[in-house]
């Protein structure tokens, strides 16, 4: 899905679900490709099929971007950033309040445009994380658009790393590290974020589905960070997470929770110079 710096997003979406896995030739289909069409692409579609015969149609649908998104996703300010989308990108509201923290948004097809409560919470931790002046280097694990990447780099970290399994979202995240300039100090990775955890890192953090957070904290990978985010928990999920931290003798800082539902820790190990048994 392609768009000008000053174009909306795409109006329409075609959307084709295909059974099986693309070979790794024929991931980019064409410049409009992003896992969905914001053209219709039938013609396309046929030929892949006809050259991969272990692939199936299953259906195809066409919605409007903002259906897909789930939302209408427009500047917004939040604790010290101001997250602005590509298409509403002008000189005066990238410069704008002083005070602020710009990034440039492109969420594409991939989900996380920074309105999530859990997301929210996530920007609120790392601005507590970038006062304890400890944090230089941060693992982003599940980083989706970037966006947590990116707010880790504005508020100072020398270098983040950003990981998905996803082709989609790293692809995404990558376009979007280029948008905001930060090629330099934001690097974007396609993986597992088990095979991550271990990654030199002061900061950890992880917005990520509960099942593969579970692995994460129990690897000794998560123990040699000095600070940790976790995120994207439910009541019952947040539960379990907390009594593991606990079971490591690590130690939760701030929680928050919404309308009971979500909720987010941040915390530090003994790895953290400030890390005290009382």
């Not at 944090?135 to 970290?157: E, F, P, Q, R």
Request: contains cysteine; glycine residues 8%.
């Amino acid at each position: 899905m392609n768009q000008k710096a000053s174009a909306g997003p795409c109006q329409e979406l075609y959307i084709y679900y295909i059974k099986g896995r693309l070979k790794a030739d024929s991931v980019m289909l064409h410049d409009d490709f992003l896992g969905n069409f914001s053209r219709p692409a039938t013609g396309q579609v046929e030929n892949l099929l006809g050259r991969q015969p272990h692939l199936s149609y299953i259906d195809s649908y066409q919605m409007p971007y903002e259906q897909w998104l789930g939302e209408v996703f427009s500047t917004f300010e939040h604790g010290k950033f101001r997250v602005i989308p590509r298409w509403e990108e002008t000189q005066d509201r990238v410069n704008g309040n002083g005070d602020k923290l710009q990034i440039l948004l492109d969420p594409g097809l991939v989900f996380g445009t920074g309105t999530h409560p859990t997301t929210r919470d996530c920007l609120e931790a790392l601005e507590l994380a970038a006062g304890s002046k400890q944090i230089n280097t941060v693992l982003d694990l599940g980083t989706g658009t970037g966006l947590l990447a990116l707010a880790a780099a504005k508020l100072g970290s020398k270098r983040v790393t950003g990981v998905d399994l996803n082709f989609l979202a790293a692809k995404t995240a990558v376009r979007n590290v280029r948008l905001n300039h930060l090629q330099n100090r934001v690097a974007i990775v396609q993986g597992r974020a088990e095979d991550m955890i271990a990654y030199p890192a002061d900061l950890v953090i992880a917005n990520i589905h509960y099942d593969v957070m579970r692995r994460l904290v129990d690897d000794n990978g998560f123990l040699t960070k000095k600070r940790f985010i976790l995120s994207g928990l439910l009541r019952s999920e947040a539960k379990d997470i907390a009594d593991n931290l606990a079971r490591h003798q690590v130690k939760i800082i701030k929680q928050w929770t919404h309308e009971g539902i979500w909720h987010t820790f941040y915390g530090k190990t003994k790895q953290d110079g400030s890390y005290t048994t009382q």
